[in-house]
């Protein structure tokens, strides 16, 4: 045998600009900045994309943002931001339910959020239906007061 030497052309590797993760289970959803953005009738309001997933209903009183997720109370919902527990993301909530008419995150804030419908994180404790776990981008330390 004889050696033959080949040059070869480069190869450039280009990502998919969607993450998505090697294991990513069926349970658990990457919700980034340009969904958010592009989700038709949402109004960058969270509660309104989730909604459009499946395993997932809304409130019968149109105004509302209760999720009910796999047939759930809305209140068996957990919602987490940058780690740290909330009670509600939604203004003018009733007591005993997650959904009021209006957001309370704003969306230019998220980097992005991770939606269960099961299998959920052992550090997200209490969750009964769901968890939102929302990952804010960071701050500009030039401008911090």
């Given at each position: 045998?004889?050696e033959?030497?080949?040059?070869?052309?480069?190869?450039?590797?280009?990502?998919s600009?969607?993450?998505?993760?090697?294991?990513?289970?069926?349970?658990?959803?990457?919700?980034?900045?340009?969904?958010?953005?592009?989700?038709?009738?949402?109004?960058?309001?969270?509660?309104?994309?989730?909604?459009?997933?499946?395993?997932?209903?809304?409130?019968?009183?149109?105004?509302?943002?209760?999720?009910?997720?796999?047939?759930?109370?809305?209140?068996?919902?957990?919602?987490?931001?940058?780690?740290?527990?909330?009670?509600?993301?939604?203004?003018?909530?009733?007591?005993?339910?997650?959904?009021?008419?209006?957001?309370?995150?704003?969306?230019?804030?998220?980097?992005?959020?991770?939606?269960?419908?099961?299998?959920?994180?052992?550090?997200?404790?209490?969750?009964?239906?769901?968890?939102?776990?929302?990952?804010?981008?960071?701050?500009?330390?030039?401008?911090?007061?």
């Amino acid at each position: 045998m004889e050696e033959d030497a080949n040059l070869l052309n480069t190869v450039v590797v280009v990502p998919s600009p969607f993450r998505r993760n090697i294991e990513s289970p069926v349970s658990m959803r990457i919700i980034g900045l340009q969904e958010i953005e592009k989700s038709p009738g949402a109004n960058r309001d969270v509660s309104r994309i989730v909604r459009s997933y499946p395993g997932v209903s809304f409130s019968p009183i149109g105004y509302r943002n209760d999720l009910i997720v796999r047939g759930g109370s809305p209140s068996e919902n957990r919602f987490y931001m940058d780690g740290i527990e909330i009670p509600n993301i939604n203004h003018f909530a009733t007591q005993g339910a997650s959904g009021g008419p209006v957001s309370i995150v704003n969306a230019d804030l998220i980097r992005e959020i991770t939606f269960y419908t099961g299998a959920f994180p052992a550090n997200r404790s209490g969750a009964l239906s769901s968890v939102l776990d929302f990952q804010l981008k960071d701050g500009n330390p030039d401008k911090q007061a």
